[in-house]
């Protein structure tokens, strides 16, 4: 299959290549680009331990001055992927959640993070699901520290627009609820919705897939992770 990448970089770059190895055709065409704020002086001494719920910000981080301070802290992070890319990123003591921000708030309180303590996430501007929240019945702060922002694109790059138009794409990857926002209105400003009609799109998740809920050939990921992704994505082809 031609399959559409619209995750930002470097990511999607691995990503296309996962697909070639399974033999598919990759496009890659990131809808948000990953955006890093100025760097500022975070406070950790009253830190326990650090929370990312997004491979972009380990990546920033593994480039800040204060990185080794960082990552002397124990981490805890959404899923298996950004386990995996924070500990190539120096970080000793990672636990993942293996799921949502749900799941992340669970894993914290089973992990024995005591009462009164003070975890400091480190986001993006944007960001899903109320960590602070979940947390505070336990006595548990979560402060935010924004390290990056994630920019849509506006519009589809014309050789994607053009493949999409002559019905050579069959499926699109959607990797997060903002780029299935972005990717759903980028098709509608290029008047393709009924180009992209028998296309067939696989979602990380259901809030990723939210923007394309009534498509007909719509399929989410049974976990929300690349692996369950590029099975949908499977999937999705041994149904043609």
């Given at each position: 299959m031609r399959v559409l990448v619209t995750r930002p970089e470097p990511q999607a770059e691995t990503t296309a290549s996962r697909l070639v190895?399974?033999?598919h055709e990759p496009i890659v065409a990131p809808l948000l680009a990953i955006v890093p704020e100025p760097e500022v002086v975070l406070?950790?001494?009253?830190?326990?331990?650090?929370?990312?719920?997004?491979?972009?910000?380990?990546?920033?981080?593994?480039?800040?001055?204060?990185r080794a301070a960082l990552s002397a802290l124990p981490l805890y992070v959404v899923g298996d992927?950004?386990?995996?890319?924070?500990?190539?990123?120096?970080?000793?003591?990672?636990?993942?959640?293996?799921?949502?921000?749900?799941?992340?708030?669970?894993?914290?309180?089973?992990?024995?993070?005591?009462?009164?303590?003070?975890v400091l996430h480190l986001a993006g501007r944007d960001r899903a699901g109320d960590l602070a929240g979940l947390l505070?019945?336990?006595?548990?702060?979560?402060?935010?520290?924004?390290?990056?922002?994630?920019?849509?694109?506006?519009?589809?790059?014309?050789p994607v627009a053009d493949a999409l138009r002559a019905g050579s794409i069959d499926a699109i990857l959607v990797y997060s609820?903002?780029?299935?926002?972005?990717?759903?209105?980028?098709?509608?400003?290029a008047g393709l919705a009924d180009a992209v009609r028998d296309v067939?799109?696989?979602?990380?998740?259901?809030?990723?897939?939210a923007p394309f809920a009534l498509h007909p050939r719509l399929v989410v990921a049974a976990s929300p992770d690349e692996a369950?992704?590029?099975?949908?994505?499977?999937?999705?082809?041994?149904?043609?």
């Amino acid at each position: 299959m031609r399959v559409l990448v619209t995750r930002p970089e470097p990511q999607a770059e691995t990503t296309a290549s996962r697909l070639v190895a399974r033999g598919h055709e990759p496009i890659v065409a990131p809808l948000l680009a990953i955006v890093p704020e100025p760097e500022v002086v975070l406070a950790l001494d009253t830190v326990a331990a650090l929370v990312v719920t997004s491979k972009a910000a380990v990546e920033i981080v593994a480039g800040r001055r204060d990185r080794a301070a960082l990552s002397a802290l124990p981490l805890y992070v959404v899923g298996d992927a950004t386990a995996a890319a924070a500990r190539v990123a120096g970080f000793g003591r990672v636990v993942s959640a293996a799921g949502d921000v749900h799941a992340l708030a669970e894993t914290i309180r089973r992990d024995g993070l005591a009462a009164g303590v003070t975890v400091l996430h480190l986001a993006g501007r944007d960001r899903a699901g109320d960590l602070a929240g979940l947390l505070a019945p336990d006595g548990i702060a979560v402060e935010t520290a924004v390290l990056y922002r994630a920019e849509p694109a506006q519009r589809l790059p014309d050789p994607v627009a053009d493949a999409l138009r002559a019905g050579s794409i069959d499926a699109i990857l959607v990797y997060s609820e903002r780029s299935g926002a972005a990717l759903a209105g980028a098709i509608r400003r290029a008047g393709l919705a009924d180009a992209v009609r028998d296309v067939a799109i696989a979602a990380i998740s259901e809030r990723a897939a939210a923007p394309f809920a009534l498509h007909p050939r719509l399929v989410v990921a049974a976990s929300p992770d690349e692996a369950a992704l590029l099975a949908a994505l499977e999937s999705l082809e041994r149904r043609v």
